[in-house]
């Protein structure tokens, strides 16, 4: 369970702090909610049910330091990998922001990354729905690693090259 004043990572919402958690009346009955309210984004709210297990499964802590030094230290050993199909990489893409799952969604950002240099190459463009994918994971993993790491959202990719060169040493 979740406890006001926790800092949290919801699905695309990115980084929140859970200012509340309150009861409110749902159509005629009582449903207790947390309340978020993003990090990043001033005027906006969001309610999660307390019960609502699909909903509070999008939901976890914030990573600690160590955690996101392990992640990228872990890059180098587990390679992404391109999914052709369209339709199933925005399924992917969807699934991994859903769950939040920060592991897979930088995999999925160096794939996006990766196909965007091979298509360049042949002087053509990403695809405008991969290129609305690679952003929003980025600011996905900005947000949450800046907070984490006390450093601006545009520090981050430096950050993350860093650790990745150490970790090939």
């Known amino acids: 369970m979740f406890q006001v004043n926790d800092m949290v990572l919801y699905g695309t919402n990115g980084v929140c702090e ?6 409110r ?4 009955r009582m449903v207790e909610y947390y309340i978020l309210k993003p990090f990043y984004t001033n005027n906006s709210t969001v309610f999660v ?5 699909k909903l509070t499964s999008k939901m976890r802590h914030v990573l600690t330091k160590e955690e996101i030094d392990q992640m990228i230290a872990e890059i180098p050993g587990n390679p992404s990998e391109w999914i052709t199909d369209e339709r199933e990489r925005k399924e992917r893409f969807k699934d991994i922001a859903g769950r939040a799952d920060t592991f897979e969604m930088i995999q999925l950002i160096e794939a996006l990354l990766e196909h965007q240099r091979e ?9 405008i729905a991969d290129e609305r994918m690679l952003r929003e994971a980025e600011k996905m993993i900005c947000d949450e690693f800046a907070y984490v790491l006390g450093i601006s959202q545009e520090e981050v990719p430096a950050y993350i090259t860093s650790g990745l060169e150490n970790a090939v040493k």
């Open 49 to 53: 049910p307390v019960n609502n297990e």
């Open 119 to 127: 298509v360049t190459e042949r002087g053509k463009k990403l695809h």
């Open 25 to 28: 009346d749902c159509g005629g």
């Open 18 to 23: 859970l200012v509340g958690i309150e009861k």
